[in-house]
């Protein structure tokens, strides 16, 4: 059974710093591109960023120079450190695994993530 638990969500303030993680169980992560989506309220669902297992990066330009995201394959993780966090960054942040050669996809539970003063 594949499972993924994204954690490190909360409230904090504007200008302020969260970490989420993810880990994976069941699958091997060496095999999937790794992303964190997100969704406000009314909204769909973005891309925030993801890493591939050669950890090529990509990053929706509102968070450039702001998110970083890593990956550590020993401990079949995936994090997203979120800094100078801003008001419209609130909304649940998804932990998404992707196989690079196949279709199959998997998602975390999401976690809450609130910026405000």
């Known amino acids: 059974q594949v499972q993924l638990v994204d954690i490190g969500g909360g409230l904090v303030q504007p200008g302020g710093s969260l970490r989420l993680s993810c880990a994976a169980s069941g699958i091997s992560i060496d095999f999937y591109v790794m992303g964190w989506y997100r969704q406000a309220p009314g909204k769909q669902r973005e891309l925030v960023a993801n890493?591939?297992?050669?950890?090529?990066?990509n990053y929706v330009n509102s968070v450039k120079g702001r998110f970083t995201i890593s990956r550590d394959n020993a401990k079949n993780s995936v994090y997203l450190q979120m800094n100078s966090l801003k008001p419209a960054d609130t909304a649940v942040y998804y932990c998404n695994a992707r196989q690079t050669y196949g279709g199959n996809t998997y998602w975390g539970q999401g976690s809450q993530v609130t910026v405000s003063s």
């Open positions: 890493i591939n297992r050669f950890r090529s990066t």
